[in-house]
């Protein structure tokens, strides 16, 4: 019997999944949720059914995960979407035109969002001189260029911190958006690519302001290549870990914020009290959504969803930022970044979204 389905028929319709699926509670389809993918997922793997509609339930899954904590029989929802998503693509029914797109755009252009490689260190405050490090920053395509708070904060404050790394100028793409579309033997390829380059230029520790690269890069990769021999840490952890030891280095800013818990680095990853106490240090009074920690709620941009159901993503991201008590959000994930903003602004719901390291540099420079 498929691993899947044995878990599949552990499945016993409690329904706790249907309360916390941001998918399912904005459209109310039982076929966008968990329960509801599940019940597709077997027909799939027994029958290699695949309708219409659950090649949409599959990719409009945001795969935030939040389904997974909640459920007592402990099934592996998500990894059950992206199987799903590789049988899809075999059949050819799969990616989506919009993720085709993005794709295209990552082998022609070295990134996602279809930016001029040529302008992808124009956030960078300073002449970019190259330099040989073990570490590598590794920014990423959002915060290059549409998220460039991200990108610039982070590297002004792990410079400092005296962290020692290395930025490259022809970075390219860590590739998770092909993983996710669930094209499994180009995602082998091009992770193969980046492992390699890594290897020539002597990586051994990875730092990441993105937490799509973090994800990718700490998980996928391994899962897809066997094992990585270079450490991956959020710039979140890196700054943490660097000021853990003396507080003191950061100075009392006198602002009201909510800390919102992104799915990768929260949910995922179980990292949640440390970029709290950060804040904290900096001076922030942290005020909480009614679901944080593991059980947050999810902004609508990841796994894809975006890119093919922005509406849906647009839905998403406006729930959670009607529960927003304070005017500001904080957020270590520049998915959430992008897309609680965009919705801010097209949603007119005037709230501030801010990336954490610009919180860390602000306080890093007080007088």
């Not at 610039?152 to 970075?171: H, I, N, T, W």
């Not at 849906?312 to 930022?321: E, G, P, Q, R, T």
């Amino acid at each position: 019997m498929d691993a899947w389905i044995d878990q599949i028929n552990r499945c016993n319709d409690c329904d706790a999944c249907l309360e916390v699926c941001p998918t399912y509670t904005t459209t109310g389809n039982l076929a966008f949720s968990p329960k509801g993918r599940l019940r597709a997922a077997r027909e799939v793997i027994e029958k290699d059914e695949i309708a219409q509609e659950t090649v949409t339930s599959f990719y409009n899954c945001p795969k935030c995960a939040a389904c997974e904590p909640v459920c007592p029989e402990k099934i592996e929802i998500s990894k059950i979407v992206a199987d799903v998503r590789g049988r899809i693509v075999e059949s050819g029914k799969g990616p989506l035109p919009a993720h085709k797109k993005v794709i295209e755009g990552i082998l022609e252009k070295g990134n996602s969002v279809n930016g001029d490689p040529g302008k992808r260190l124009e956030w960078l405050p300073e002449p970019f001189e190259p330099r040989q490090s073990a570490t590598l920053f590794y920014i990423g395509c959002l915060p290059s260029y549409l998220v460039k708070d991200a990108a610039m904060y982070s590297y002004l404050a792990l410079r400092k911190l005296g962290v020692d790394f290395m930025v490259l100028k022809d970075e390219g793409c860590c590739g998770t958006y092909i993983y996710e579309s669930g094209d499994a033997d180009l995602a082998r390829e091009y992770f193969g690519k980046n492992v390699e380059r890594f290897k020539k230029l002597g990586v051994t520790r990875l730092i990441a302001p993105c937490n799509g690269c973090f994800k990718c890069f700490k998980y996928f990769y391994p899962e897809v290549l066997g094992s990585i021999d270079f450490e991956v840490l959020h710039v979140a952890q890196t700054i943490y870990n660097e000021i853990k030891h003396d507080p003191s280095l950061l100075q009392k800013i006198d602002r009201e914020a909510t800390y919102h818990d992104s799915c990768r680095l929260g949910r995922a990853e179980g990292y949640t009290e440390e970029p709290r106490e950060l804040l904290e240090w900096c001076g922030v009074r942290v005020h909480e959504l009614p679901r944080s920690r593991q059980d947050a709620l999810c902004c609508g941009s990841g796994g894809g969803i975006r890119s093919a159901f922005r509406e849906l993503s647009f839905d998403i991201a406006k729930n959670l930022l009607s529960r927003t008590e304070t005017k500001e959000l904080i957020s270590p994930c520049p998915f959430c970044t992008f897309n609680l903003s965009y919705t801010n602004k097209n949603a007119k719901m005037d709230k501030e979204i801010t990336y954490i390291t610009k919180v860390v540099w602000e306080s890093l420079n007080q007088d």
